[in-house]
């Protein structure tokens, strides 16, 4: 069983920053493939950003590529999206993921992010 909590959203300027984190619980955290979703009012949720459990591989949506970062620390349990160059249209709640091979079966509770044009 692994829970996952989520921190670091809030309001934000178009072209600002804000870094997310998602803290993890138990000790299988490291095995685990970790995602960034979200979901914007009136649509569905949509893929962001991924990492493998090392941290080797990482992956993202196009609409975010070159300006979010995705990155994690095993030692602490917990995964991190740097999101630079924010637009408004990145506006969203955003769910961190955890699950073997891509398949993610524990979910977080979500953290709203809001950028202002």
């Known amino acids: 069983q692994v829970q996952l909590v989520e921190s670091g959203g809030g309001l934000v300027q178009a072209g600002g920053s804000l870094r997310l984190s998602c803290a993890a619980s138990?000790?299988?955290?490291?095995?685990?493939?970790m995602g960034w979703y979200r979901q914007a009012p009136g649509k569905e949720r949509e893929f962001v950003a991924s990492i493998s459990w090392s941290g080797t591989n990482t992956y993202y949506a196009d609409s975010v590529k070159g300006r979010f970062t995705i990155s994690r620390d095993n030692a602490k349990n917990t995964v991190y999206l740097q999101m630079d160059s924010l637009k408004p249209e990145d506006t969203a709640v955003y769910y961190c993921?955890?699950?073997?091979?891509?398949?993610?079966?524990?979910w977080g509770q979500g953290t709203q992010v809001t950028v202002s044009s």
């Open positions: 993921a955890a699950g073997l091979d891509y398949l993610y079966e524990y």
């Open positions: 138990g000790r299988t955290f490291s095995s685990y493939a």
